[in-house]
């Protein structure tokens, strides 16, 4: 079975500074999809940033990028330019790729709760 | 465009009372889940629709949980009788497909049970 871990319960980094959050996973496929979920106070669940497993190539999203590194299955998100808006709980997920299966399955990682200090 | 969703927002009520949870997907979406989200077991699916019809009800915790999709914009997740345990955030989301497209989270139901 697939596993997600985010072994920082809660970080924090000063406004305009830059902040990694950490997500490793496990897993014997070779085709997959990673995603960062951000949960701010007001509990909706936002998609951050998406990456696919065949893809060499980081993801980007404005001020969020991520270091993908599949061989070590590690998947960190970096945050630049921090802002008091980026303080929420970030969820690391994995999703299998392909037909058949239970590749609709999102395993989430058990956050990390990023404070954004003034 | 309008997102997922769910409604209440949040439900107290008593042990043993029936609690229905009540979601729309984006207009479009074939997919639709439903998750229970708590501190000590973090986010769970419990039930995967596609095209109305469960595909996996596998995480649903006992046969107190039932969730039906009577169409394409309405599905709606029960607990009879309701359980202190049950107590948790419930998120509704929805998809295109499943297979490489994300999931949309509405801003989930908090659940409280006395």
């Known amino acids: 079975a697939q596993t997600v871990t985010q072994s920082q319960p809660e970080m924090s980094v000063q406004e305009a500074e830059t902040v990694t959050l950490s997500c490793t996973y496990d897993t014997s496929e070779s085709d997959y999809y990673l995603f960062w979920y951000k949960q701010p106070p007001s509990r909706q669940m936002i998609l951050v940033i998406r990456?696919?497993?065949?893809?060499?190539q980081n993801a980007t999203e404005n001020r969020f990028s991520v270091n993908f590194q599949k061989a070590a299955k590690s998947f960190s998100l970096k945050i630049s330019d921090s802002q008091l808006g980026d303080a929420a709980m970030y969820f690391c997920a994995y999703r299998r790729m392909g037909s058949g299966g239970s590749n609709y399955k999102l395993t989430f990682g058990k956050g990390t709760l990023l404070t954004v200090n003034p | 465009d309008a997102g997922v969703i769910q409604s209440p927002r949040h439900e107290v009520t008593e042990m043993g009372q029936e609690v229905t949870l009540r979601c729309k997907p984006i207009s479009g979406h074939n997919s639709l889940f439903w998750y229970r989200q708590t501190m000590m077991r973090g986010l769970e699916l419990l039930i995967y629709?596609?095209?109305?019809?469960?595909?996996?009800d596998s995480g649903m915790p006992e046969d107190r949980f039932s969730a039906k999709m009577p169409n394409a914009s309405f599905s709606t997740l029960k607990i009879q009788p309701s359980e202190p345990r049950d107590s948790a955030v419930y998120f509704c989301?929805?998809?295109?497909?499943?297979?490489?497209?994300?999931?949309?989270f509405g801003d989930g139901t908090r659940l409280s049970i006395l």
């Open positions: 629709f596609n095209n109305n019809v469960p595909i996996d």
């Open positions: 990456q696919e497993a065949y893809k060499q």
């Open positions: 989301a929805s998809s295109f497909g499943w297979s490489n497209q994300p999931q949309h």
